[in-house]
T-cell receptor, first 110, second 114 residues
Framework: KNQVEQSPQSLIILEGKNCTLQ??????????LRWYKQDTGRGPVSLTI?????NTKSNGRYTATLDADTKQSSLHITASQLSDSASYIC?????????FGAGTTVTVRA | DSGVTQTPKHLITATGQRVTLRCSPR?????VYWYQQSLDQGLQFLIQ???????AKGNILERFSAQQFPDLHSELNLSSLELGDSALYFC?????????????FGPGTRLTVL
């Protein structure tokens, strides 16, 4: 069983709307949690990294939250743009081992 | 541009063949990671090298091997290729060996096995 589960698998939103992606993990012990954005056919790009003691971190219109007690994280995209269409991957680190979620595919439509 | 380069960009070969993928990390980064991403699949961690030494191993098949050279570039060797090996292969680099660093991904090599 994957130690990092993401939901939904995919979603479609209209340009300008907000959306929230979920990540639940069972990795333990926990070092940090990252969100990556991956455009189709390209390498992932880091959006945020959060350690155990952080519960929110922003990068422009992207805001990640972390609840280490419930082992849940979310990525909120505000005022979506067409360029936000991509796969968003949650990655949980246990020291040097990284566990990847399967990703959420976001499609933003005009 | 992440600063990580990978060659070739595309590779088409036949089953049973052997190929070598090359990765140059960002300047100053000592760690190199290799990942496989099959069609519609998530990223699968294969192996990590740090300063020339193998640091961590993931789901890497015995037919696959990697090394990191003194100049810190890395090569991933895939042998006895099968149709199922068709995938995007990404290399990433980070400054240190630990999991706390941001990994910077290269553009990937798309391997097609016919």
């Amino acid at each position: 069983k994957n130690q990092v589960e993401q939901s939904p698998q995919s979603l479609i939103i209209l340009e300008g709307k907000n959306c929230t992606l979920q990540c639940n993990y069972t990795v333990s012990p926990f070092s940090n949690l990252r969100w990556y954005k991956q455009d189709t056919g390209r390498g992932p790009v880091s959006l945020t990294i959060m350690t155990f003691s952080e519960n929110t971190k922003s990068n422009g219109r992207y805001t990640a939250t972390l609840d280490a007690d419930t082992k849940q994280s979310s990525l909120h995209i505000t005022a979506s743009q067409l360029s936000d269409s991509a796969s968003y991957i949650c990655v949980v680190s246990n020291d040097y081992k990284l566990s990847f979620g399967a990703g959420t595919t976001v499609t933003v439509r005009a | 541009d992440s600063g990580v380069t990978q060659t070739p960009k595309h590779l088409i070969t036949a089953t049973g063949q052997r190929v070598t993928l090359r990765c140059s990390p960002r300047s100053g980064d000592l760690s190199v990671y290799w990942y496989q991403q099959s069609l519609d699949q998530g990223l699968q961690f294969l192996i990590q090298y740090y300063n020339g030494e193998e640091r961590a191993k993931g789901n890497i098949l015995e037919r696959f091997s990697a090394q990191q050279f003194p100049d810190l570039h890395s090569e991933l060797n895939l042998s006895s290729l099968e149709l199922g090996d068709s995938a995007l292969y990404f290399c990433a680099s980070s400054p240190s060996a630990g999991g706390e660093d941001t990994q910077y991904f290269g553009p990937g090599t798309r391997l097609t096995v016919l």
